[in-house]
């Protein structure tokens, strides 16, 4: 009989696999402690959680989400970041600290629902934020209003100098 602390860990892993939108499952050793220190505050600036689990817990509790293909990646030291709004952000996260550390080293990904190996967070890491489609969407939208725009506020001559021309190109 698994002991209540732990069953309350698979309770609490259960619910943050189901309400994830991305986790991050990494083998941690080979990091000093100021270096996973460094790494946490990184996500904890980004509102990602991270942390160390168990992985007969994380068996469990993908299990009991009705997720398979993890047993495969969860093996040794396994710590996660969990993204429970931008599932690409705990990948740039990853991809900025490995550049200066060689670890943590990415074993899988459970993104939205599929388990990926971990050698596509690099693919991850390289994608658009939700924030910057939102931001290059709007300068695209605004972008023939804008041209409107100054063409209207333009000088009449130079509005009837290029309607001249278009008629002039047209005939």
Do not use: C, W
Not at 60 to 66: D, G, H, I
């Amino acid at each position: 009989m698994p002991s209540k602390k732990n069953q309350e860990e698979l309770v609490q892993l259960t619910d943050k696999l189901d309400k994830a939108k991305a986790v991050y499952f990494t083998d941690y050793i080979g990091l000093d402690v100021s270096s996973i220190t460094e790494l946490r505050s990184e996500f904890f600036k980004a509102s990602i959680e991270f942390k160390v689990a168990k992985n007969t817990l994380l068996k469990l509790a993908a299990e009991n989400n009705r997720l398979e293909g993890l047993d495969d990646f969860l093996v040794g030291s396994t710590a996660i970041a969990i993204s429970y709004d931008e599932p690409t952000v705990p990948a740039k996260i990853l991809k900025k600290f490995t550049e200066d550390h060689d670890k943590p080293e990415v074993k899988a990904i459970l993104f939205d629902g599929e388990v990926l190996d971990g050698s596509e967070y690099l693919k991850f890491a390289i994608l658009p934020t939700k924030d910057e489609l939102l931001t290059k969407l709007v300068l695209m939208l605004n972008s023939p209003i804008t041209i409107l725009a100054r063409t209207l506020s333009a000088s009449m001559t130079n509005f009837v100098n290029g309607l001249n021309n278009l008629k002039n190109t047209k005939s």
